[in-house]
């Protein structure tokens, strides 16, 4: 117990560079396509999906450097050049501690909302049910659980990795919040502060 305490008060922000944890943010999307266009993802009601997750990734890193983590992106502005293997595999490069890939959802039903997170590997299943059920909580989003599905991003990578579908960009009420840039920085902070809180208890364990 009292290791656990004395490593609560260990502030991210004081540690070695070399001790931080490190987190690589893909902000989906924005890869070209064989014609050579860039790939924005799913658009409605005026908005693209690669725009909206590249601010709330943007603004996540920012979070995230605050609390003292390292945190490396895919893309910084409209397209990346790594292909869906070469953004996970990143991962490995950079010594990272989380993958995190940030997309918004669509379907035909403009009825559907709400937040769903994905993962591949078993052992990657808490960290989405962490990041679900707190998402959805705080940002006050329909809960549509986990599942596990064999994206690129997900299988490619070699450590902890999640894939999110923030909201529904082809509901009209989610989309109008996706447009604020209130909620971005809302969902930004609440990503950040789930990932430093998931990331504390998996150094407690260990103590």
Same mark, same amino acid.
Do not use: C
């Given at each position: 117990?009292?290791?656990?305490?004395?490593?609560?008060?260990?502030?991210?922000?004081?540690?070695?560079?070399?001790?931080?944890?490190?987190?690589?943010?893909d902000?989906?999307?924005?890869?070209?396509?064989?014609?050579?266009?860039?790939?924005?993802g799913?658009?409605?009601?005026?908005?693209?999906?690669?725009?909206?997750?590249?601010?709330?990734?943007?603004?996540?890193?920012?979070?995230?450097?605050?609390?003292?983590?390292?945190?490396?992106?895919t893309?910084?502005?409209?397209?990346?050049?790594?292909?869906?293997?070469?953004?996970?595999?990143? #991962?490995?490069? !950079?010594?990272?501690? =989380?993958?995190?890939? *940030?997309?918004?959802?669509?379907?035909? @039903?403009? /009825?559907?909302?709400?937040?769903?997170?994905?993962?591949?590997?078993?052992?990657?299943?808490?960290?989405?049910?962490?990041?679900?059920?707190?998402?959805?909580?705080?940002?006050?989003?329909?809960?549509?659980?986990?599942?596990?599905?064999?994206? #690129?991003?997900? !299988?490619?990578?070699? =450590?902890?990795?999640? *894939?999110?579908?923030?909201?529904?960009? @082809?509901? /009209?009420?989610?989309?109008?919040?996706?447009?604020?840039?209130?909620?971005?920085?809302?969902?930004?902070?609440?990503?950040?502060?789930?990932?430093?809180?998931?990331?504390s208890?998996?150094?407690?364990?260990?103590?």
């Amino acid at each position: 117990m009292i290791a656990f305490s004395i490593f609560r008060h260990r502030k991210a922000q004081n540690l070695p560079a070399k001790d931080r944890p490190v987190a690589v943010i893909d902000a989906g999307h924005g890869s070209f396509t064989p014609l050579g266009i860039i790939d924005v993802g799913a658009s409605h009601y005026g908005l693209k999906e690669s725009e909206i997750v590249l601010d709330i990734a943007l603004r996540t890193q920012r979070h995230l450097e605050a609390k003292g983590w390292v945190v490396v992106t895919t893309r910084d502005g409209p397209w990346t050049p790594f292909t869906l293997s070469q953004r996970s595999k990143l #991962a490995n490069s !950079v010594q990272a501690d =989380v993958f995190v890939s *940030l997309h918004l959802n669509s379907h035909t @039903s403009r /009825r559907a909302h709400g937040l769903m997170v994905f993962y591949w590997r078993p052992e990657d299943k808490q960290l989405a049910e962490m990041l679900q059920n707190r998402l959805s909580e705080k940002l006050g989003l329909r809960n549509r659980g986990i599942k596990a599905e064999p994206f #690129a991003v997900l !299988v490619w990578s070699p =450590v902890p990795a999640v *894939l999110i579908e923030l909201a529904f960009i @082809s509901n /009209r009420y989610e989309a109008r919040r996706l447009s604020n840039p209130q909620f971005r920085e809302k969902a930004a902070k609440a990503l950040s502060d789930v990932l430093d809180e998931w990331h504390s208890q998996k150094q407690e364990a260990l103590q």
